[in-house]
């Protein structure tokens, strides 16, 4: 038996990589500024707001969307010609959402409200699309940063972001002047992240682990399986300029607070709203709401950010890269998909691209870099809605090839390595 079993895999293993070479290459790498060596092709096009991502093993790409495409929320993408290009599509689900990990022969998928999780046959489709198990439900969805994205570990456990409502919990959000309430209302529910268990079915907020708080919103966060612990992406506090305008300039609000990745643990505290972090002076600053002035440090009981990245570029996917396809500096690293933001006005857009950041032994190893740009398309611009493309998610093929979503375009980029 056993060695049955390793014939298929290599078998598998031949199969995964015929499939790669027999893909050509886009002379203009889809549009996409890439390091020497790597080349790109866009896998599927036209999907709409394509959120997160998820690869199967046999290359099949699953995509979860913001907006129901012809009734469905989540489409299996499928390349019967073995060509890089994804000619066949199935949908399913009709809600809408960005949440999406595949693990062991079951997808899950999140609405703004629940967590679902449909078993899926030999060919990858759910066996039962129209009922799928409802293992998490009633979550707090108010129209801002209502996405619940996911991820799960190695231990039977879901992680779920749920967002906060809220800016930096004011007494009138958004409100010129207006204080922070202390405490906090929002971090009962919201702003933090939640663990479950995957096989559970209808869990409300009773049954979960409040497993970190103090994060106003989350939409990239991946297992790193070097370290066995969870990494997240928050996107940064807007409108201090608006809300505090003696205290902070323009620009100084287009730049500030640095969009910070954190790793986590059951009881982490990153101390939203009471403070943000200053990726210019490598504080933690508190919040002005809560009676800082730009410069008064917090002295309170939360964690520093693994990486601080500059302000208002919206990091949407994180993904630890454990294929063999990159070269070796790219090993269990991690990549960054940067939205973009709305909140930079009057300073020129920044983000649009995919970020890596160097590890070693569970830890940074050096700066973060740009891997992957030119998604929006073109020059400067003042305004998120002129980007033709925005990276989302991402997700690794089995060929150790790396997927990119775009909830812009509606694109699906797959970047590979040829080292030429």
Known sequence: MKAIHYLFLLGLIASINSCAQSVKPDPTNAGLKLPKGFTAIKAADGLGAARHIAVASNGDIFVKLEKLKDGKGIYLLHDGDNDGIAEQKFGFGNYIGTGMYLKDGYLYTSSNEEVFRYKLGADNRPLDPDN?????????????????????????????????????????????????INPCPVLDSAAGIWQFKIDKQNQTYGDGVHYATGLRNVVGLDWNTTTNSLFVMQHGRDQLHDIFPA?????????LPAECMYELHNGSNCGWPYLYYDQNQHKKILAPEYGGDGKKEYTGNAQDPVVAFPGHMAPNGLLFYTGNMF??????????????????????????????????????????????????????????????????????????????????????????????
């Open 132 to 180: 799928p198990e409802k293992i998490i439900t009633g979550l707090i969805s108010r129209n801002e940063h209502e996405s619940k994205s996911v991820t799960l570990d190695n231990d039977g456990n879901i992680y779920v972001n749920i967002g906060a409502f809220s800016n930096s919990c004011q007494e009138q959000d958004r409100a010129t002047g207006s204080i922070g």
């Open 247 to 255: 205290m902070y300039t323009d620009k100084q609000s287009a730049e």
């Open 327 to 420: 070269p070796e500096r790219y090993k269990n690293g991690a990549f960054i998909a940067f939205h973009g933001s709305w909140n930079r006005s009057p300073e020129p857009q920044k983000g649009y691209f995919v970020a890596f950041v160097p590890f070693k032994d569970g830890k940074p190893s050096g700066d973060w870099e740009i891997f992957a740009d030119d998604f929006s398309g073109g020059p400067q611009f003042m305004q998120p809605s002129k980007a033709k493309h925005r990276p989302c998610g991402l997700a690794q093929g089995p060929d150790g090839s790396l997927y990119v979503s775009d909830d812009s375009g509606g694109t699906i980029y797959r970047i590979m390595y040829n080292g030429k």
